[in-house]
C-alpha cells in the first residue's frame, strides 16, 4: 500500500511541474495579424484584403492590417517569400494571385521551392484585360494583330512569368503577331497609358476605370464577360485553348495551426457574404466568391495544366 502511495506521489508531482513547465499555448490572435499583398494598394485584392483584415480585427481585438509589398518589376514573389519566411503562425498571411503557388516554386527562388504555402480559400476573379487607347490604330485583337506585322507595339505587364502575362504573349503568337518588345511595372493604370510608356497593356480594369472611357478594352482574361465592358470578348472566346481566370486567394505556411486557419477563413467568409463586398463587386466587375481549401487545392491543381499549355505555346 505505501508503495502505490508512494507512486500516485509521484505521478502527481510530475504531472504538477509539468503544467507549470509547459505554457499553454496561447490563442490566436495573440499579436498584430499582417496581411502581405505583394502589389501596391487600391487594386480589387487590396480592398478586399482590408476588409478581410478589418474584419478579423474586429472579432478577436487584435491589431490587423494590410501591408503592401510591391516586388518592383519581379512580380509577386518578393512579398511570397516575406510569407514564407515569416513564423508560421497565422500572424502574417498572404493575399496571392495564382502564381504564386504554380510559377512561384519553378523560378529558382529557394524559398518558394517546393512550394511552402496552403491556401486558406481563394476569394476573387480578377477583371483582367488587355487595353489600348482609345485613339490607337486597332480597336480589337484582330485589328492590333494586323498592326503589329508592320508596326512596333509595346506591351506592358505584372511580371513576365505571371499567368496574364503569358497568356498575353500566347495569344499573340496563336494571332501570328509579336510585341516588338515588353516590361514589367508594378501599377498599370491610367497614366501608364496616358503616357504613352506602353501601347497595350495587361491589367484590371479597376485600375483604369477612372479613364474607362479613353481607353479600348481589347479582350478580358475572364471566364464571362465583363460587365464593365460587355463588349469586349474574352480570351477564350478569341482562341479556346488558352481560357483562365485570374484568381486571388489567402494562403499561410503549410505548418500554419488549423485554429488560425479556421479564423481567417470566417473573417473572410464574413466578408464575402457582406453587402459592402456586393456592391464592390458591382461597382468593379470582379467576381468575388468564397472556395475553401480543398476547392482551392484542386483550382490550383487544374490551373497547373493551363500553365504547362502556355509554356508549351510560348517555346
Same mark, same amino acid.
Given at each position: 500500500?505505501?508503495?502505490? &502511495?508512494?507512486?500516485? @506521489?509521484?505521478?502527481?508531482?510530475?504531472?504538477?511541474? +509539468?503544467? $507549470?513547465?509547459? =505554457?499553454?499555448?496561447?490563442?490566436?490572435?495573440?499579436?498584430?495579424?499582417?496581411?502581405?499583398?505583394?502589389?501596391?494598394?487600391?487594386?480589387?485584392?487590396?480592398?478586399?484584403?482590408?476588409? &478581410?483584415?478589418?474584419? @478579423?480585427?474586429?472579432?478577436?481585438?487584435?491589431?490587423? +492590417?494590410? $501591408?503592401?509589398? =510591391?516586388?518592383?518589376?519581379?512580380?509577386?514573389?518578393?512579398?511570397?517569400?516575406?510569407?514564407?519566411?515569416a513564423d508560421p503562425d497565422g500572424h502574417t498571411v498572404g493575399s496571392f494571385v495564382i502564381g504564386v503557388p504554380i510559377i512561384g516554386p519553378r523560378i529558382g527562388i529557394p524559398e518558394l521551392n517546393p512550394n511552402p504555402f496552403e491556401p486558406v480559400g481563394i476569394f476573387l476573379t480578377y477583371p483582367f484585360v488587355l487595353v489600348a487607347a482609345k485613339d490607337a490604330p486597332y480597336q480589337s485583337m484582330a485589328e492590333l494583330a494586323e498592326h503589329a506585322k508592320s508596326n512596333k507595339v509595346i506591351l506592358g505587364h505584372f511580371g513576365a512569368p505571371l499567368i496574364p502575362t503569358k497568356v498575353s504573349l500566347a495569344m499573340a503568337k496563336n494571332m501570328g503577331f509579336s510585341?516588338?518588345?515588353?516590361?514589367?511595372?508594378?501599377?498599370?493604370?491610367?497614366?501608364?497609358?496616358?503616357?504613352?510608356?506602353?501601347?497595350?497593356?495587361?491589367?484590371?480594369?479597376?485600375?483604369?476605370?477612372?479613364?474607362?472611357?479613353?481607353?479600348?478594352?481589347?479582350?478580358?482574361?475572364?471566364?464571362?464577360r465583363i460587365s464593365l465592358a460587355p463588349d469586349a470578348p474574352t480570351v477564350g472566346e478569341l482562341d479556346s485553348s488558352l481560357g483562365v481566370a485570374l484568381w486571388n486567394g489567402l494562403f499561410v505556411h503549410k505548418d500554419t495551426p488549423a485554429d488560425a486557419r479556421a479564423k481567417i477563413e470566417a473573417a473572410a467568409?464574413?466578408?464575402?457574404?457582406?453587402?459592402?463586398?456586393?456592391?464592390?463587386?458591382?461597382?468593379t466587375g470582379a467576381l468575388i466568391y468564397w472556395k475553401d481549401a480543398a476547392s482551392s487545392t484542386a483550382q490550383i491543381e487544374a490551373d497547373t495544366v493551363i500553365f504547362d499549355r502556355l509554356n508549351e505555346i510560348l517555346q
Open positions: 500500500m505505501k508503495k502505490i &502511495i508512494s507512486s500516485l @506521489l509521484c505521478a502527481t508531482v510530475l504531472a504538477a511541474s +509539468a503544467a $507549470v513547465t509547459v =505554457p499553454a499555448q496561447a490563442e490566436y490572435p495573440n499579436k498584430p495579424v499582417q496581411f502581405i499583398v505583394p502589389w501596391p494598394p487600391g487594386d480589387l485584392e487590396d480592398v478586399l484584403t482590408r476588409m &478581410i483584415a478589418e474584419d @478579423l480585427q474586429n472579432a478577436h481585438g487584435q491589431p490587423a +492590417a494590410v $501591408v503592401n509589398k =510591391p516586388g518592383k518589376g519581379a512580380g509577386p514573389f518578393p512579398g511570397a517569400v516575406e510569407v514564407a519566411k510585341y516588338a518588345s515588353d516590361a514589367a511595372f508594378d501599377a498599370l493604370d491610367c497614366n501608364t497609358i496616358a503616357s504613352g510608356d506602353v501601347d497595350v497593356m495587361n491589367t484590371t480594369i479597376q485600375l483604369v476605370m477612372p479613364c474607362l472611357d479613353k481607353v479600348n478594352v481589347l479582350a478580358s482574361v475572364t471566364e464571362e467568409k464574413r466578408v464575402i457574404a457582406s453587402d459592402k463586398a456586393k456592391k464592390f463587386a458591382q461597382e
